[in-house]
Each structure stands twice: as structure tokens, then as C-alpha cells.
């Protein structure tokens, strides 16, 4: 059996979330929403590898490290677009909504999470989602795998450890990177995947010891 747990500080919003996920999952799903953090801890404990929609609760919280520490999906709710950019180098964040998501939205996020794929809301209209998609495309596997490892939080020195070169040839390939996508450094590099489905999962199934 698949089990759900739900925290939000707002009560109103975690109730209609509940109730528009016991809509989209089938019968087999346990959903629980949690009253407080503390019975959240509790059902974690209780429940390794369930998946968690949370919102307003501290990346450094106690209930995070056990989350991650069991294995747990985090689908993070959003407040505003700046606020998680960070979440995407947590390693137990599988997903990210804002609290307007429509029900296509939710659909897309439950249909990644089944697959086990990272699923991140786009705020952009159609044309500039494919627009990322298309400049995604123009990076050879190579550097795909050297900006999984950016968003995983490693510097270039760590990266080049990772891929056996220098750290000179990495600042070079990131340079590129950054010219090919169209952004000037890494906060924005994570600005603009922010909509966009291929992250470091996607690139990560790729041998480690392949020098770059």
C-alpha cells in the first residue's frame, strides 16, 4: 500500500489537498493529514519511504533529516518562486507546487511520482516551457552530467574530482554551459531548470567514471 502524509500550517489548504488527492490516487492509497509537525514525525518514523506533501516546514527541521534518512519522496509546497530554488540540491525533494496548482498540475506531479521522476511546477505559458526544452536539447550528455552535478550543490572543484579532470576544464565547460542556456551564473542556472523536467536524475544514470 502506497501512503501519503500531508502537513501544511494553513488547515484549509492541506484539506482540500487531501481531498483532490483521494480524488487522483486509487483506493489502494492511504492519505493522512498530520495536525501538527510532531505527528508528522510520528507517521514518518512509522512509515519508511511513504511520500510527503509538505509545506512550511524548515529544510534543517529534525523532520526533514528523518524524512531523508527513510528514504521518504518530498513534494515541497511552495510560497513563492525565489523562496525554493535551493530545493532543488535537497536529495528527498522529489517534487515542487505552488499552492495555486491546478489539477492538471497535481495530475502531473502524482503521474511523476509513480514513475519515480523529479516533477517541478513551470510558472511559464507553453512557448517558454519548450523554449527550455529546446536549449536543454543543444547540451551534449556530457555537460548534462556536469550540471546535474551543479544542482546537486558540488563546486568545480568537487565536480572535477568527480570526472577525473581539472578544475580548469570544468569552469571552461560550465562557461559554455552558461553560454548555451543563456544565463550568466548558477543561481540563474537554477532559475531557469526550474520548469524544466530533465534534472539530475535524468543525467545521473550515466556512468560516474566517464571523464568529461
Known amino acids: 500500500m502506497v501512503t ?12 482540500s489537498l487531501s481531498n483532490r488527492l483521494s480524488r487522483l490516487l486509487p483506493e489502494s492509497t492511504e492519505i493522512s493529514d498530520c495536525a ?4 508528522l514525525a510520528r507517521r514518518i518514523a ?30 515541497w509546497i511552495a510560497e513563492r518562486r525565489d523562496e525554493y530554488l535551493p530545493l532543488l540540491t535537497q536529495p528527498a525533494i522529489r517534487g515542487i ?3 495555486t496548482a491546478k489539477p492538471a498540475d497535481l495530475a502531473e506531479c502524482v503521474a511523476a511520482l509513480r514513475e519515480r521522476r523529479t516533477w517541478v511546477q513551470s510558472l511559464d505559458g507553453p512557448s517558454a ?13 556530457k555537460e548534462r552530467r556536469l550540471t546535474a552535478f551543479m544542482l546537486e550543490g558540488l563546486q568545480s572543484k568537487e565536480i572535477a574530482v568527480q570526472l577525473g579532470t581539472t578544475c580548469q576544464v ?43
Not at 36 to 39: D, I, N, Q, S
Request: glycine share 4%; proline share 4%.
Open 46 to 75: 512509522n512509515n519508511p519511504g511513504a511520500t510527503l506533501f509538505l509545506g512550511q516546514v524548515s529544510l534543517q527541521s529534525e523532520t526533514m533529516k528523518l524524512a531523508q534518512r527513510l528514504s521518504c519522496a518530498v513534494v
Open 36 to 39: 501538527t509537525e510532531a505527528e
Open 170 to 212: 570544468i569552469k571552461n565547460r560550465i562557461a559554455l554551459i552558461y553560454d548555451k542556456l543563456g544565463v550568466r551564473n548558477r543561481y540563474d542556472l537554477l532559475k531557469y531548470l526550474l520548469g524544466t523536467t530533465p534534472t539530475c536524475e535524468s543525467v545521473s544514470k550515466e556512468p560516474r567514471d566517464r571523464k568529461i
Open 97 to 99: 507546487m505552488f499552492r
Open 4 to 15: 501519503i502524509l500531508i502537513f501544511d500550517r494553513q488547515s484549509i489548504y492541506q484539506a
Open 129 to 141: 516551457a519548450s523554449s527550455r526544452h529546446e536549449k536543454w536539447g543543444l547540451l551534449t550528455p
